[in-house]
């Protein structure tokens, strides 16, 4: 059977129109429509569905994830992998449609989460079904999963399904905006919380107290001193080590010297790095500044490592092979700013590739939308993945 892009536009239109009437911004993230559609359809398919959930607790709020397999032989397994979850609508006022209504106009679908991530699941949905409906994998198994809280990090989608062992990849591809190119290289991303404290006194009378904000000021400015140099000299291509202060917070009046100061670092690591190494440096020079003891204190507060999938490698090979058969174009591989839930198999020693249709500017904007010709070529390629690797008629 060939790829008749004519025939399957309105199915992948129809699909995307009704994930996008299901809600499920963040907060409050409650995916339990969205998902019951998605698990249905695949169990019509032919496919073994389940719909699972951290806890009663969780599923109650609708962190529901699905995660559908077809096959199970010897051969490769290929996970694919889209977010059900939206941000929030925002300024209601900046959308000129219903957020919640599908609307087609000049070759896009627009609608909140047709960019991210809605539009990569409705391609993933319509290949599931395209698989199934060639028959399956003649080698290996396919699963699809789709999850609830990937706005909120993915501690109870991804990070969930791995910890419970409900998926276990080979491959895993996620549904990304790259405009239908390979993101094969990420950064991981390590938080890190730094306390200092100090005694509180009137500001009028400054020298009675400890001022915790200046002691901040003084842990900060070593690190940029020392910190900042050495991770300008480490790049990766073009991956770059970085630190960014996020969030700062001291103090409770103006009139009172502080007593207390918080601040929440984000550190970027390169593949070749490691999250404990990246927390014991930052640590080592906080702990060698003259501070009085215990007015200092430095927390992880998590870390995931970043990844590098070999091109070549089966899962790369054959997405190399699609792009190039099906554009007349080599593959490109973007360089990625932000992390995916991939993060989370990082140190499992497989191949993890983000991959689809929309550009990354689009996501998390109001009037999003997608380009229909991506979504198209998304599917196309991705079913000539899955044809090479599992043997898809």
Not at 24 to 33: E, I, L, Q, R, Y
Not at 119 to 145: C, D, H, K, S, Y
Not at 370 to 375: F, G, L, T, Y
Request: proline share 6%; with cysteine.
């Amino acid at each position: 059977m060939s790829f008749n892009p004519a025939a399957v536009r309105p199915d992948l239109v129809q699909i995307l129109t009704d994930l996008i009437a299901r809600p499920s911004p963040f907060p409050s993230g409650d995916c339990t429509a969205i998902n019951a559609y998605t698990a249905d359809r695949l169990k019509r398919a032919g496919y073994q569905v389940e719909i699972l959930a951290r806890s009663a607790e969780t599923e109650a709020k609708g962190y529901t994830n699905v995660v559908a397999k077809l096959g199970g032989g010897s051969g490769p397994r290929l996970v694919f992998n889209a977010h059900a979850d939206t941000v929030a609508v925002g300024e209601r006022s900046m959308w000129h449609t219903d957020p919640f209504t599908a609307v087609e106009k000049d070759g896009l679908i627009y609608g909140l989460g047709a960019g991210n991530g809605k539009g990569n699941m409705a391609v993933q949905i319509w290949l599931a079904e395209e698989i199934a409906r060639r028959g399956g994998p003649t080698q290996g198994e396919v699963a699809f999963t789709f999850v609830s809280d990937e706005e909120n990090l993915g501690p109870d989608g991804m990070f969930y399904l791995r910890e419970v062992g409900a998926i276990k990849p080979d491959v895993l591809v996620l549904g990304a905006q790259t405009e239908n190119q390979l993101i094969t290289a990420e950064r991981g991303v390590m938080w890190v919380r730094i306390e200092t404290t100090g005694k509180a006194a009137h500001a009028g009378n400054p020298a009675a107290g400890d001022n915790a904000i200046m002691r901040m000021l003084r842990v900060l400015g070593q690190l940029d001193a020392t910190l900042a140099p050495r991770l300008a000299a480490r790049t990766d291509g073009p991956m770059q080590s970085t630190n960014n202060i996020g969030m700062i917070r001291g103090g409770h009046n103006t009139n009172v010297v502080p007593n207390f100061c918080w601040v929440e670092l984000d550190r970027r690591v390169l593949p070749t790095e490691k999250v404990p190494d990246a927390y014991a440096e930052m640590k080592a020079i906080v702990d060698a500044l003259p501070e009085p003891e215990g007015t200092v204190r430095i927390e992880l507060l998590r870390g995931t490592n970043g990844f590098r999938a070999p091109e070549g490698g089966q899962g790369v090979g054959a997405f190399q092979r699609a792009i190039q058969g099906i554009t007349g174009k080599p593959a490109q591989f973007l360089n990625a700013t932000g992390v995916s839930d991939g993060r989370y198999f990082a140190d499992d020693g497989i191949e993890i590739i983000n991959f689809g249709p929309g550009a990354g500017a689009q996501g998390h904007a109001a009037n999003e939308s997608v380009p229909i010709d991506q979504m198209l070529t998304a599917a196309e390629i991705q079913l000539a993945m899955v044809q090479d690797l599992l043997g898809v008629k």
